[in-house]
């Protein structure tokens, strides 16, 4: 029997992400937190790093907002996961939404949150190290 859950717009990535968020919750030993919010939409994420020798070896995040935001910071945790500073500042909000598959153009502002996200998290952290 198919799978007749409506899903809309979204991608079988996008659902999964949203029902099966990776790297979700907080951390407790993070070197650096970002924390970012759209005030059009309401929807706020915190990015949580974990740093050493400039390689990211832990993200979490925790997220507000609609589905397309949870799969975003999901999305872009495991994106970021073992880069170093620089090669995770590279990740643009495209990157983000086209390895979900796409999102819908009215919830790109999403995988802008998680780009902002992640850009919040290591100018924090740069800031605090120099």
Same mark, same amino acid.
Do not use: Q, W
């Given at each position: 029997?198919?799978?007749?859950?409506?899903?809309?717009?979204?991608?079988?990535?996008?659902?999964?992400h949203f029902s099966n968020p990776?790297?979700?919750?907080?951390?407790?030993d993070a070197d650096t937190i970002?924390?970012?919010?759209?005030? #059009?939409?309401?929807?706020?994420? #915190? =990015?949580? =790093?974990?740093?050493?020798?400039?390689?990211?070896?832990?993200?979490?995040? *925790?997220?507000?907002?609609?589905?397309?935001?949870?799969?975003?910071?999901?999305?872009?945790?495991?994106?970021?996961?073992? #880069?170093?500073?620089?090669?995770?500042?590279?990740?643009?909000?495209?990157?983000?939404?086209?390895?979900?598959?796409? =999102?819908?153009?009215? *919830?790109?502002?999403?995988?802008? =949150?998680?780009?902002?996200g992640i850009d919040a998290a290591?100018?924090?952290?740069? *800031?605090?190290?120099?």
């Amino acid at each position: 029997m198919e799978d007749s859950t409506p899903k809309g717009p979204y991608s079988d990535s996008v659902m999964d992400h949203f029902s099966n968020p990776r790297n979700m919750g907080e951390m407790e030993d993070a070197d650096t937190i970002g924390e970012v919010g759209n005030p #059009k939409c309401g929807d706020v994420m #915190k =990015l949580y =790093l974990k740093i050493k020798e400039n390689v990211i070896v832990d993200a979490k995040f *925790k997220t507000f907002g609609c589905g397309a935001a949870i799969a975003t910071s999901s999305m872009a945790t495991e994106m970021i996961k073992g #880069k170093t500073i620089d090669e995770a500042r590279e990740v643009s909000n495209d990157a983000v939404a086209n390895a979900l598959g796409g =999102l819908p153009p009215a *919830k790109m502002h999403c995988s802008v =949150l998680a780009k902002e996200g992640i850009d919040a998290a290591i100018d924090e952290y740069l *800031k605090k190290s120099n």
